[in-house]
């Protein structure tokens, strides 16, 4: 230190020392989660941006919540762990260890739940929008809204620090907050944790208003229902068995004269015997006997296990079984959580184990 004031530290030395803390870490604790920026954009997704947008419109916050920009792009946050209504991360700063952070955050007021679930009833193409990662402008509003949205206000959120440093938000803080919006670029789904809302709440009771009114006017079940209800499953991590008691029975089209031929089971005739054997033998047609389908977990689990060098299809696994679509996807994607299934695009898995 000259002349009262601290040594200048580049930046290159920042991010050397924040690395080899977070190897050192790593060798005792390999399950930390340090957050990585690439780039210079922060957040990329409209989680992530609305995440930091929140926090910097608020007068609080504004002021000093600039002061986490650097930390947090030179990967001074070498872990940030959310778990519901809290986050705790460690932050490198001057010292030889890194600072804990904690910041504590209530739920999300039941009133405004109940009124945001509301808003959103009967809005299945925003959700779709959702679960490509488009947020859509008819729901942007009702989850931004200041002190009434999803997103907590300064009242909701308690900040702490092990740094010296007197402010209530200190830079530290700062760069774990802003470490909150990248990590929420990778898992959305984590935002709902934080704010302990049951997300499977609030998705299913959108569909179910989406499959009534569907239904109402197709008269049908539609497969194309099911096929987005399955992505908003994979997008979360929930299954939604409630919403498939809203399907309706499927309806066959009536016979049409002169289209249907009799096959030698329906024909009334008795079977002709064997020649050379003397048994009885059905005609050729339809002698074929039908395939065996698939009525459990385990039986999906052997068809992805035969099939370890190639890519399965969602709707060939619903083919050969004699299960309800939804419940497959939702055996599916349990596997996968498992780690027995890799998801290589939409609707495709294979076998990993």
């Not at 907590?152 to 900040?159: A, D, N, V, Y």
Request: proline share 5%; hydrophobic share 35%.
């Amino acid at each position: 230190m000259r002349y009262g004031f601290p040594k200048y530290v580049t930046v290159a030395e920042k991010k050397a020392k924040a690395e080899r803390k977070l190897a050192a870490l790593k060798k005792k604790n390999p399950g930390i989660k340090p957050v990585s920026i690439e780039g210079r954009t922060l957040a990329k997704t409209w989680w992530g941006k609305s995440w930091n947008k929140n926090l910097e419109r608020y007068a609080d916050y504004a002021n000093r919540i600039g002061r986490g920009r650097s930390y947090v792009r030179h990967g001074a946050v070498l872990d940030l762990q959310i778990t519901p209504g809290k986050i705790e991360a460690q932050v490198m700063g001057s010292t030889s260890s890194p600072y804990r952070v904690t910041i504590t955050i209530k739920p999300v007021p039941k009133t405004n739940w109940t009124r945001i679930k509301d808003q959103c009833k009967g809005k299945m193409d925003g959700m779709k929008q959702l679960m490509a990662g488009k947020f859509p402008k008819s729901l942007a509003d009702v989850f931004t809204r200041k002190g009434e949205g999803l997103f907590p206000s300064p009242k909701e959120i308690s900040l702490d620090c092990s740094c010296p440093d007197w402010a209530v938000m200190c830079k530290h803080v700062a760069a774990v907050l802003y470490g909150v919006g990248a990590r929420l670029d990778e898992d959305p789904s984590l935002f709902f944790v934080l704010r302990k809302a049951d997300v499977k709440d609030l998705v299913s009771e959108t569909v179910k208003e989406s499959k009534k009114e569907l239904l109402a006017s197709a008269g049908k079940k539609s497969s194309r229902i099911i096929e987005d209800d399955s992505g908003l499953s994979e997008l979360f991590g929930i299954d939604l068995d409630g919403a498939g008691d809203l399907a309706a029975p499927s309806v066959l089209p009536p016979k049409k004269r002169g289209t249907l031929k009799k096959t030698a089971g329906q024909s009334g005739r008795k079977p002709k015997a064997d020649k050379k054997t003397g048994s009885k033998t059905q005609s050729n047609i339809g002698a074929k006997k039908p395939s065996r389908k698939i009525t459990t977990a385990t039986g999906i689990e052997t068809l992805f296990k035969r099939r370890t060098k190639r890519h399965t299809r969602v709707a060939e696994v619903i083919e050969k079984s004699d299960m309800d679509p939804q419940k497959v996807r939702n055996i599916l994607f349990h596997l996968t959580a498992k780690g027995k299934l890799e998801r290589v695009s939409r609707g495709v898995y294979r076998w990993v184990r």
